[in-house]
């Protein structure tokens, strides 16, 4: 008997859980996936330059929200992005690497930031229903690997060769920084029953390049900053 008033109590409350519009409801979770255009944008550098070097990336992650007042809320979590860029290269081309040297043509150089991101954003609901919020706040994330993939037809054998390096460091010091921190913009949906999409702006604000790599073997250092630079449109599930 107790058992059946347990279970009885059980499905009580999650039938009240589900009916409860998503609106309501002052603390959430959930999670966002979807898909991403990055590249990675030098200082005093045109839009076309920067357009040249765009490369569609994928992400998702978990969220926690807190409802502070009706329409006012703030949100952190941590999920996973691959920033980076993509780069055609001219006709031909040379790429190196698994110990040979190819001349390809429709080369390309990849760049890939597999990286941990933790955002704080404040949302401002709208309208009486609040299912559209506009959002801002920052992020932080770090880089546990980086890669660069150069591909192409090699132009002798007319095969596909791909490469990828993971070792972008010389001497000990790494060429790129694995560590950004910037600003995001977006805009959402959700609907009452906690599902629906976003966009978001994202902007850098750390310098990609480490001097370091450049200085400890002699080189002069880049006189221009890198920053990464992305879009991205998902799909939000809240409980």
């Keep these: 008997?107790?058992?059946?008033?347990?279970?009885?109590?059980?499905?009580?409350?999650?039938?009240?859980f589900g009916k409860e519009p998503i609106t309501d409801k002052k603390i959430m979770i959930g999670f966002n996936i979807g898909t991403s255009a990055n590249t990675a944008y030098f200082e005093d550098e045109n839009k076309n330059d920067t357009k040249n070097r765009t490369k569609v990336g994928g992400f998702g992650g978990f969220t926690f929200e807190g409802r502070l007042a009706d329409k006012f809320s703030l949100e952190t979590g941590v999920g996973f992005v691959n920033k980076g860029a993509s780069q055609a290269l001219g006709d031909p081309a040379v790429i190196a690497g698994d110990g040979k040297i190819h001349v390809v043509k429709n080369g390309r150089n990849t760049?890939?930031?597999?990286?941990?991101?933790?955002?704080?954003?404040?949302?401002?609901?709208?309208?009486?229903?609040?299912i559209f919020n506009v959002n801002a706040g920052g992020f932080f994330s770090y880089a546990f690997k980086i890669n660069m993939v150069s591909s192409g037809k090699d132009v002798g054998t007319n095969k596909n060769v791909s490469i990828k390096n993971d070792k972008l460091e010389l001497l000990g010091k790494k060429m790129f920084n694995p560590i950004d921190a910037g600003?995001?913009?977006?805009?959402?949906?959700?609907?009452?029953?906690?599902?629906?999409?976003?966009?978001?702006?994202?902007q850098g604000l750390v310098n990609g390049m480490n001097k370091d790599f450049f200085t400890n073997v002699g080189l002069p250092a880049p006189d221009k900053k890198m920053f990464h630079t992305g879009v991205q449109l998902y799909f939000i599930a809240k409980f």
């Design 183 to 202: 600003v995001n913009l977006g805009f959402e949906f959700i609907s009452q029953k906690g599902f629906g999409a976003g966009l978001k702006l994202n």
């Design 111 to 130: 760049l890939n930031f597999q990286s941990i991101e933790v955002p704080l954003i404040a949302k401002v609901y709208l309208g009486k229903k609040k």
């Design 1 to 16: 008997m107790k058992k059946m008033i347990f279970v009885l109590s059980l499905m009580t409350g999650l039938s009240t």
